[in-house]
């Protein structure tokens, strides 16, 4: 059987550089609006071939990009939900969510089913968090289908208390509000500078405890094949491992994109928010905040979220 693209080995646990950055570049054309054909064919005429040595199709493109295992995640068997196995990745997992969902897409298992417009969340992806029980909050569509953020349970029973939502738009509007202001004072910039600096250390921290737990799971492989142990104590030293490389790998794709975001003066704050990309918009939401934290609401019904929320702020500069 060949192997996925992408990667060294048939357990998925080590990546090929490389490949990795042809296949973030074919994401990040079609996230621009290049069709799965047009990056396909980028990819063959850059000189890139599949692993089984042939030219680059939309068909081919897309049976990688259906792969959960190139955004680190698989399927549960039972109820098809998607949960992070703590290998490497080729891609991010809201990534790979949006390329399942997006406008026009061909293929895959969902492809007969009609989808609501596309909604990137902006403050997903742990910088959200219920005030009940301090799970992170994910984006999820009500039954009417209506974006907004949820505390989750999954399938094994971890995660959060799964009672608290709040409309995505709105929490988006009020946080958005309180961050145009802190941009506005005297010496943001600087703060700033100074909160990206902090964080890109910590990444890097984070990549070397990545690839020391990798070295552990590796390392595992020689006593249980030699059956010096047992089946059961390799499992769960497995998962333990995994469940920390998840932790590991969110945090350190949390920090990436603070990271990354370009700083630069702006005149027009509330103008330029609203235009702005929405990687910068998400970077600086990172570079400022440590948590938003939601409370449940008031009753049954209330809409307003102003009394919902609460921001903790990460720079000097915030009150």
């Excluded at 081919?60 to 039972?78: F, K, S, V």
């Excluded at 509007?173 to 964080?199: F, N, T, W």
């Excluded at 059961?232 to 975001?261: N, P, W």
Aim: charged content about 30%.
């Amino acid at each position: 059987m060949p192997r996925l693209y992408g990667f060294d080995n048939q357990a998925l646990t080590r990546v090929r550089g490389q490949e990795r950055q042809v296949v973030r570049e074919a994401v990040s054309r079609i996230r621009a609006g290049q069709s799965q054909a047009e990056a396909a064919a980028w990819m063959t005429a850059e000189g890139h071939r599949g692993t089984m040595g042939g030219e680059w199709t939309s068909m081919t493109l897309g049976r990688l990009l259906d792969n959960p295992a190139i955004a680190g995640l698989e399927r549960d068997p039972d109820t098809g939900e998607l949960r992070e196995t703590g290998r490497e990745a080729l891609i991010t997992p809201e990534e790979f969510r949006w390329l399942q969902q997006r406008p026009g897409r061909r293929g895959g298992i969902r492809s007969i089913e009609r989808r609501e417009d596309d909604y990137e969340y902006l403050f997903s992806d742990g910088l959200t968090v219920c005030a009940d029980c301090g799970q992170r909050m994910t984006g999820s569509r009500t039954g009417a289908g209506t974006p907004s953020y949820r505390c989750q349970s999954n399938f094994e029973g971890r995660g959060g208390c799964g009672k608290i939502r709040i409309n995505a738009p709105r929490l988006e509007d009020h946080v958005a509000e309180y961050i145009l202001g802190e941009l506005a004072r005297p010496g943001a910039q600087a703060a700033l500078e100074a909160a990206r600096k902090s964080m890109a250390a910590e990444a890097q921290e984070g990549v070397v405890r990545i690839a020391a737990l990798e070295g552990k799971r590796t390392e595992l492989a020689a006593p249980y094949a030699q059956g010096q142990l047992s089946r059961d104590s390799f499992v769960a030293a497995d998962r333990r491992i995994g469940q920390e490389l998840r932790t590991e790998r969110a945090r350190l794709r949390y920090l990436e994109q603070a990271v990354d975001v370009p700083l630069g003066g702006v005149e027009d704050l509330a103008r330029w928010w609203e235009h702005a990309p929405f990687s910068t918009k998400r970077g600086l939401a990172v570079l400022l905040l440590e948590m938003i934290e939601v409370r449940p609401a008031r009753a049954r019904g209330v809409r307003d979220v102003d009394d919902r929320v609460t921001l903790t702020w990460r720079t000097a500069l915030a009150a």
